[in-house]
């Protein structure tokens, strides 16, 4: 266990139901982080078990662990490396919740296969963030009021992030193609196409 | 939540080593590209091997190119890949369009063009949970031995719903297959067998490595259409593909129209030759055409839409499709019609 998760687990806030559950998950798991500040010790090398060693580069972090060919990126991201923004919904690729971006190109990490996601650059929701500030298209979507329930939000963002970095200026037909792959069973769709467009606004208009 | 079951991961890194590991597990494995079928599938329980076999790492699958007066398509290159590549949109538009039609963006940045030609049949009854399943009793296809569509049917008649097979049938294209045993070469016309269980021929250890279409030697139009009940997301109800070589004016020379998502495989709506050729493409012809392909379209309920209703709708886009055909050039369907929200 490297010191960065170690810490996660063993911090002052006792131990929460998700650090629990982290805690246990990772016991099976073997999770080396490296964070960008803080080299980290050697990976942990667990005995072969029918695992495979993968390294996931999340949110400009990487992150070298064993997982089992079964377990699909959704899996790894929500239960072993705790980044819960990303969301489960229908499980077989029909609804969006999941959507990740695996090398810029928006993906359903509940349909890629953990093992295929190796040595890849994966972007979730939380990636969106600049500090404590929201990005882009998550302010966009507060403004424009792009969700009724927010289930559908997190893959709602990845997906118009997803879009806005191949075409930064995507006119309405383009976002509905683009955004077609999220469901949104509020029907929120109106103030979503808004948000993206002004979110392109945003992106414009910001630097960073 | 659905999970999957345990098995073990393969990651060959060449041709050869897939299949001889497909030959090695015989009975217990399956090849997995972008899994866009398949991971589904085997949530719900309808596929459960003892082994995948990875096929994306491998550098003889991916690319499109032309060679020898052909267009040739790697298995492993993605619907995304084909939609948007410039040769398969220079020659044959509508697989272009077919491609981009696929599902919605996601699968399709996932998903190939290998994947698609072997898609699974589908079907109400099959496509479901263990749990959906098994409270039904099972079916033909997977775990049981009745049919849900056809009362006391002893034939699947789970429905063929790949977009791109169609097209590349009409087009007279040719699949490659590569098995431990060798190369062979199938044209796309007969790949296809009408058993919903398992609906093309092709041995569990072999493998779909291309796609090859003979490039026109005169221009043709093409022309793919489909009706789904989301414009995203749903697999085609009905299906059609076109390709036709016209000469000045409108007078067709040869057309193909293979229909399909009814059954277990494409149609090639036969005896078109007779009713169109060396004809202009009038309303009458486009009525006769409309009403050949009516004729030969019997659609069962393997999905969730009226039957009646679903083979009325052979002719009224078959006659559209022919429309557009002909005011449009190489063909491209007017928005809102039914087709992929592409």
Redesign the interface.
């Given at each position: 266990m490297s010191e960065e998760s170690g810490k996660r687990h063993d911090s002052k806030r006792g131990v929460s139901r998700r650090s629990f559950l982290g805690t246990m998950g990772a016991g099976t798991l073997g999770v080396a982080v490296t964070g960008r500040t803080a080299p980290a010790r050697e990976a942990v090398t667990v005995e072969s078990d029918g695992t495979h060693p993968v390294t996931l580069r999340v949110n400009g972090r990487r992150f070298d662990l064993r997982v089992e060919p079964r377990w699909t990126l959704l899996d790894v991201l929500r239960d072993h490396l705790e980044l819960t923004g990303t969301k489960l919904g229908c499980s077989r690729g029909e609804c969006g919740a999941c959507t990740v971006l695996i090398d810029e190109q928006a993906r359903y990490a509940c349909m890629t296969l953990a093992v295929e996601a190796d040595g890849r650059e994966i972007t979730t929701v939380e990636g969106l963030m600049h500090g404590e500030e929201l990005g882009p298209v998550q302010q966009a979507f507060v403004e424009e009021d792009a969700f009724q329930c927010g289930y559908c939000t997190p893959g709602q963002v990845v997906a118009a992030e997803g879009l806005l970095r191949g075409n930064p200026d995507p006119d309405l037909a383009e976002i509905q193609k683009r955004m077609s792959g999220n469901l949104c069973r509020c029907g929120a769709y109106d103030h979503i196409f808004k948000a993206v467009r002004r979110a392109a606004e945003l992106r414009r208009s910001t630097t960073h | 939540?659905?999970?999957?079951?345990?098995?073990?991961?393969h990651?060959p890194k060449s041709l050869k080593e897939a299949v001889d590991l497909l030959r090695e597990h015989a009975g217990d494995v399956l090849p997995i590209a972008g899994?866009?079928d398949l991971?589904?599938n085997m949530?719900?329980g309808l596929f459960t091997p003892g082994h995948?076999v990875?096929l994306?790492g491998i550098d003889e699958l991916h690319g499109i190119e032309e060679r020898d007066g052909e267009l040739l398509i790697g298995a492993a290159a993605t619907l995304t890949e084909v939609a948007s590549n410039y040769l398969v949109r220079e020659h044959f538009p509508a697989l272009a369009e077919a491609a981009a039609g696929i599902?919605?963006?996601?699968?399709r940045?996932?998903g190939t063009i290998g994947g698609n030609i072997c898609l699974d049949t589908r079907c109400t009854y099959y496509n479901q949970t263990y749990f959906w399943r098994k409270a039904l009793g099972f079916c033909l296809k997977k775990d049981g031995d009745v049919c849900h569509v056809v009362k006391g049917g002893t034939k699947c008649v789970a429905a063929h719903s790949a977009d791109t097979p169609p097209m590349l049938i009409a087009l007279g294209a040719t699949v490659d297959i590569a098995s431990a045993e060798g190369a062979r070469s199938v044209p796309l016309a007969d790949f296809f067998v009408g058993d919903g269980i398992w609906n093309r021929r092709l041995e569990p250890h072999e493998l779909v490595t291309a796609v090859r279409i003979r490039l026109p030697e005169k221009p043709i139009r093409t022309l793919y259409t489909k009706v789904r009940e989301r414009?995203?997301?749903d697999f085609p109800i009905l299906s059609i593909a076109l390709a036709a070589t016209v000469r000045d004016p409108d007078v067709l020379e040869s057309i193909d129209l293979v229909i399909s998502a009814l059954g277990a495989k494409p149609r090639a709506i036969g005896g078109l030759d007779k009713i169109a050729a060396g004809k202009r493409l009038t309303a009458e012809v486009i009525e006769a055409i409309a009403e050949q392909a009516h004729r030969q379209c019997h659609p069962l309920d393997n999905i969730i839409v009226e039957i009646e209703w679903r083979r009325a709708m052979v002719p009224v886009y078959v006659r559209r499709a022919l429309q557009d055909l002909l005011e449009n050039g190489r063909g491209k369907a007017a928005p809102g019609d039914g087709r992929g929200?592409?």
């Open positions: - | 939540m659905l999970r999957l079951h345990p098995y073990v991961y990651r899994g866009t991971v589904p949530k719900h995948l990875a994306k599902a919605h963006p996601m699968i940045n996932q414009k995203s997301v929200s592409d």
